[in-house]
């Protein structure tokens, strides 16, 4: 299938899926269609689902109806062991980062190298200690998780993210509490490490609008669990919807309601 | 429901057995919290069960004029029931509770989502360690149990109730032969896989936050617990009946 916003192969696509929690409907018949080879930006309001759109993708949560794929194979109809070998070509970063607190950073950078490389510790290390340095983190590497700041584990959570060099990378809110430098420098990052590997699929949740139109291919964006926009940046700065007008000046006029959740 | 999780949970700890990695290191230090760890509280309290058993049963004993019963009973007594039953409460109290804890605040921060994102199995990362540790660590408490309450009892025999040595040591001799402190070691065994399982079906198993956590930890030694007494009484038919 191919993405009518890029013109590209599909990477990931979600058909019909719902999900709800008891009686609190999440997903409503939710399609998204992420193109192979570009960054994709969710976005949308807090509390709509981004997060478990996200959680879908891995099988770490598994729909009431509906089916998601990862290129031809199907997910949701993939059992435990199987689910691990397609979750061995992906990295996330989560959006409260899920370090290993019973690590310090390094070790929580190394472990996925560890547990599937054979690399030796020596180039674990000059691995390791090169993305820490990336991410703003040089010298932290012997620092315990639980002494670090919000906007230090985010980091250490991408650097741990991008250790393997997969070939789809989820990022939940990468740049949500980072100081704007270091915001920017995560977004270059980002980007950067999507023009090294042509084939990347990229698909990062996020807030900031200027991050958006400054390194997204393809925008979506997700209102009462399902997709109501598309295009790319571009579309979505001279789009005259209400909605995303709103969302995008950050304004309180328009047709979304701050008090309603 | 709970059941089925923590049988579940351990048929996969067990078929998780000869799937690599096998995290011996991982396993090693964990025996060290479960079972070094463990060793003074267990000590202390073998040693004062021994000492606590002599006393009561010389009082009851010296109405038949029969006090040289004293060493085999306690020594019975203590091999088959007290030492794994009590070691069991103590490390389902002390390690049960912490093993649970640790995963339950796993799974709320989504450090278990993160190993299963990562491709790493939490079954066999997280809780085939954990439950081997605990099975090996509980029957070899059980036995050093064995050894304090002994030493505490004829302490007490020997400078509390001036019983002779011989007197002592004749019975319990007799009395006590391998099948005693074989059918305690056994239940330690069943003892400490228990615990092992329900804790980490209790951890893995959390929900809601800080709360949850709390509310696992406690069941896990609470149902541990239950579960082990009850174990015990179907050992003890298993053994006598196999005898
Ligand atoms: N495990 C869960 N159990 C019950 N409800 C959940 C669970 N996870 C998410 N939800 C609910 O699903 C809805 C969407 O949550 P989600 O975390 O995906 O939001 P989000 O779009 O990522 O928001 P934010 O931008 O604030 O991160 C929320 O209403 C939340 O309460
Ligand atoms: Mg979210």
Request: net charge neutral; proline share 4%.
């Amino acid at each position: 299938m191919i993405d009518v916003v890029t013109g590209f192969a599909a990477a990931i696509r979600f058909e019909g899926v719902t999900k709800a929690f008891g009686s609190h409907v999440v997903l409503r018949n939710l399609d998204l269609l992420v193109p192979r080879g570009a960054i994709t930006f969710l976005i949308g309001r807090s509390g709509t689902g981004k997060s478990v759109t996200l959680k879908h993708i891995m099988g770490l949560m598994r729909p009431d109806s509906g089916r998601i794929f990862v290129g031809d194979d199907e997910i949701t109809a993939m059992r435990e062991r199987e689910l691990r070998a397609t979750r061995n070509r992906f990295g996330m970063v989560f959006q409260h980062a899920a370090l290993f607190d019973s690590m310090d950073v390094f070790d929580n950078v190394a472990f996925p190298l560890r547990e599937h490389s054979r690399d030796s510790e020596a180039k674990v290390r000059s691995r390791v200690l090169d993305l820490l340095a990336s991410v703003g983190l040089k010298g932290a590497e012997r620092r315990a998780v639980s002494e670090l700041s919000g906007g230090m584990r985010k980091r250490v959570g991408l650097a741990r993210a991008l250790v393997r060099e997969p070939e789809f990378l989820l990022y939940d809110e990468p740049t949500t509490g980072l100081d704007p430098v270091l915001a920017a420098a995560m977004d270059q990052l980002i980007l950067e490490t999507q023009r090294r590997k042509p084939a990347l699929t990229s698909l990062i949740i996020s807030h900031d609008m200027s991050a958006v139109f400054r390194i997204a291919d393809k925008v979506a964006m997700l209102r009462d669990g399902a997709v109501v926009v598309e295009g790319t940046p571009q579309q979505i700065r001279e789009s005259s919807d209400p909605l995303v007008v709103q969302f995008v000046s950050g304004s309180l006029l328009g047709p979304i309601d701050a008090s309603q959740g | 429901m709970e059941v089925g999780r923590v049988a579940t949970l351990a048929a996969l700890a067990l078929a998780n057995l000869p799937v690599r990695p096998f995290r011996v290191r991982e396993t090693i230090r964990l025996i060290g919290f479960i079972g070094v760890d463990s060793l003074p509280i267990v000590l202390l309290s073998g040693l004062f069960t021994g000492a606590v058993f002599t006393v009561e049963s010389y009082e009851a004993f010296r109405l038949f004029g029969a006090q040289g019963l004293v060493g085999g009973t306690v020594g019975v007594a203590l091999t088959r029931e007290l030492a794994p039953t009590l070691t069991g409460l103590l490390v389902a109290g002390r390690a049960g509770s912490a093993l649970a804890a640790e995963l339950g605040s796993m799974r709320v921060t989504e450090q278990i989502d993160a190993l299963h994102a990562m491709a790493v199995d939490p079954v066999n990362y997280l809780v085939k360690p954990r439950v081997i540790a605990a099975t090996l660590s509980v029957p070899l408490l059980t036995a050093l149990f064995d050894a304090v309450g002994i030493a505490g009892s004829y302490a007490v025999a020997h400078w509390e109730l001036h019983l002779s040595d011989p007197e002592f040591w004749i019975r319990l001799r007799a009395w006590v032969d391998w099948a005693d402190i074989e059918a305690g070691l056994i239940k330690g065994t069943a003892f400490g896989f228990v615990i092992g399982v329900v804790a980490c079906s209790r951890g893995y198993h959390t929900e809601g936050g800080a709360r949850g956590v709390g509310l696992a930890t406690t069941q896990a030694v609470v149902i541990s617990s239950v579960t082990l007494l009850v174990l015990n009484y179907f050992i003890a038919l298993a053994l006598a009946e196999s005898t």
